[in-house]
C-alpha cells in the first residue's frame, strides 16, 4: 500500500488545511519533496502537522514582490491560487533546532479563503474537486511521450557534465519519472507553476521537454564543461 493510498476521494481530505509559500518548490501526486525546516512558524506548523492530519499544502507566492514578502513573518502576500497538499512521510529532529521533514503528495487543490487564524501559519479552505483525477496513481501515464523526455534528459545531462541513475530511471513509471523530474528541475517559479497546472501528465512532459529544449538552446559552447 502507498503512502498516500488512504486517501481515495476528495471526502477524505480536510476542508482547511495549513500552507506553506515557498517560491520554487512544487510538489505533484504521490511525488516526495524533502524539506529542512527552521523558522520558528514552520516548525509549529509541523509540530501542529503532525497532531493532527499531517497534511501541509505546498504553495508559491505570487509574483517577485510576494516571494520577498514572504520571507517577513507576520506579512501575508497573494499566494498562486494552485498548490498540492502532501502528507507528512517521514520526521528527523536535528541536534540544533531544524526539523527536516519528507512531504509525499496526495492531490493538487484550489485556494479559497484565508482563515483569521492565531496560528503564526497561514491556513486556507481548500477546493479539491477541480483536481479529483489525481487520486488515481498513473492517471495517463500510457500517453506519455516518454522516449523523447529521456533523449532531451540525456542531452541535458551530457551538456552540464551530470550523472543520472539510469537504472532507477528504467525502473521508474512514467507519472513517478514526469513528477519526479519537473519536482528537481532548475526552472524557475514561474516555470515551475505552469508544470504543476498542467491539465494532463503529458501535458506537464510536454511543458518539460520544452523548457529543456530551451534551455538547452540557451547554452553556449563555454557555459557547460561535460566530464
Known amino acids: ?4 493510498d488512504q486517501y481515495r476521494s476528495t471526502g477524505d481530505l480536510p476542508g482547511v488545511i495549513p500552507v506553506f509559500p515557498l517560491a520554487g518548490a512544487i510538489l505533484l501526486p504521490r511525488g516526495q519533496l524533502p524539506l529542512n525546516i527552521f523558522e520558528p512558524r514552520y516548525l509549529k506548523m509541523v509540530d501542529d502537522a503532525m497532531r493532527t ?3 501541509i499544502g505546498m504553495v508559491q507566492p505570487d509574483g517577485e514582490a510576494a516571494i520577498l514578502a514572504s520571507q517577513i513573518e507576520g506579512k501575508t502576500p497573494p499566494l498562486c491560487a494552485i498548490g498540492c497538499a502532501g502528507r507528512i512521510t517521514s520526521w528527523a529532529e536535528t ?3 531544524r526539523i527536516v521533514i519528507t512531504l509525499t503528495g496526495i492531490m493538487r487543490f484550489r485556494l479559497k479563503n484565508e482563515l483569521a487564524a492565531m496560528t503564526p501559519y ?6 479539491w474537486d477541480e483536481f479529483a483525477g489525481d487520486l488515481t496513481a498513473g492517471e495517463g501515464q500510457e500517453e506519455v511521450s516518454r522516449e523523447r523526455l ?3 534528459l540525456k542531452e541535458y545531462l551530457d551538456t552540464h557534465g551530470l550523472q543520472a541513475d539510469w537504472r532507477a530511471i528504467r525502473l521508474s513509471s512514467n507519472e513517478t519519472l514526469v513528477n519526479s523530474l519537473c519536482t528537481i528541475s532548475p526552472y524557475g517559479p514561474r516555470e515551475k507553476q505552469a ?3 498542467a491539465k494532463t501528465l503529458e501535458d506537464r512532459n510536454q511543458m518539460l521537454i520544452a523548457l529543456t529544449e530551451k534551455a538547452l538552446r540557451e547554452v553556449s559552447p563555454g557555459d557547460a564543461t561535460v566530464q
Open 1 to 4: 500500500m502507498g503512502l498516500t
Open 122 to 127: 497561514r491556513q486556507f479552505e481548500i477546493a
Open 53 to 55: 492530519e499531517r497534511i
Open 150 to 152: 529521456l533523449e532531451i
Open 95 to 97: 541536534g540544533d533546532g
Open 195 to 197: 508544470l504543476l497546472e
